[in-house]
């Protein structure tokens, strides 16, 4: 995994430990991901399915792309397709894509970039391999999330941030076992710099055999971890619980998180437990979801999708 690292993790800054009588977030639920196909055809899984949307708030999807080796002419993307009332998050660990929408935002997106597209009123976007990566092949994994706008920002003016590799903040644990990163919100003081409109935290965090991630976390925020590789076990000493690949962790109220990874990893995840930390404030709304469009009710459901039918979404207006 490529994604942005550093060669000697003691020269980052520690995270700062759960306070001396912070609640240890105990574990809820811990569901597998089941293997899909989406856009034209490449392999995902489905992270928070069968989990229930309520447990999820404010986000609404998760799929992991990959990881997979393809063969040349083998790499395939999506074709264009409209968006309308939540943000998209796409995080490339391995691999390239390279996106374009119909308000000019886009770029390539690479090795531990993010493109956080936020689609408001409505937004048209294509997301495709790179022409040389067609011809050539090669390995491709990323994540693509979807995060929950509230009522009052469903028809915003959609936007584009590209978080380059290099601006996302790095942190260490305080065993020196673990790098953080942190791609959007805040984590004890530092602040990723993914700019949200929905208050979440997203990490990606590498925790080397044996060690120990203990993090604090905002009490009014849930909590989510998924694993993309290793093996390991999330919750407080004495009620954890083993987790891997695939497998998502719902935790339930409190102040701190614990993670932890096996000392001993099959050879393919030598790296340890790589994992994706989630949390973000509840919206507590309706959520009315079909296809590409997460609204309030069904009538802007159907008036999302006529909207786009008749050529309406997705276009500036003069």
Do not use: C
């Amino acid at each position: 995994m490529p994604a942005v690292t550093v060669p000697d993790l003691a020269v980052l800054t520690p995270v700062s430990a759960p306070g001396a009588h912070a609640r240890q977030r105990p574990i809820v639920s811990i569901t597998d991901a089941p293997h899909g196909l989406e856009g034209e055809g490449f392999p995902v899984r489905r992270a928070f399915a069968g989990v229930d949307l309520a447990a999820l708030d404010p986000f609404i999807m998760m799929d992991e792309m990959g990881e997979v080796d393809y063969a040349p002419g083998e790499p395939k993307g999506t074709p264009w397709h409209p968006h309308r009332g939540f943000e998209t998050v796409t995080y490339i660990i391995d691999g390239t894509f390279v996106h374009s929408d119909s308000y000019g935002g886009g770029g390539t997106i690479t090795d531990g970039a993010t493109q956080w597209m936020t689609a408001g009123s409505g937004i048209l976007h294509i997301e495709a391999p790179p022409e040389e990566l067609v011809v050539s092949g090669g390995l491709f994994h990323g994540l693509q999330l979807w995060v929950n706008l509230p009522r009052a920002d469903k028809l915003l003016t959609p936007r584009y941030q590209d978080l380059a590799p290099g601006r996302v903040a790095l942190l260490r644990s305080a065993d020196g076992g673990a790098l953080v990163r942190v791609i959007a919100g805040e984590l004890g003081g530092t602040r990723g710099p993914g700019d949200t409109h929905t208050p979440i935290t997203m990490i990606h965090a590498t925790i080397n055999p044996g060690g120990r991630l203990e993090l604090p976390w905002r009490a009014d925020f849930n909590a989510l971890a998924y694993v993309m590789s290793g093996v390991g076990s999330v919750g407080p000493a004495g009620s954890s619980a083993p987790i891997g690949p695939g497998q998502l962790a719902v935790f339930g109220p409190g102040e701190g998180l614990t993670l932890t990874a096996d000392g001993t990893q099959q050879a393919r995840h030598a790296a340890g437990l790589e994992v994706i930390l989630l949390g973000g404030a509840p919206i507590r709304e309706p959520i009315a979801w079909a296809g590409p469009f997460v609204m309030n009710t069904r009538a802007e459901l159907a008036q999302a999708f006529e909207d786009y039918q008749s050529g309406r979404l997705g276009r500036p207006t003069a």
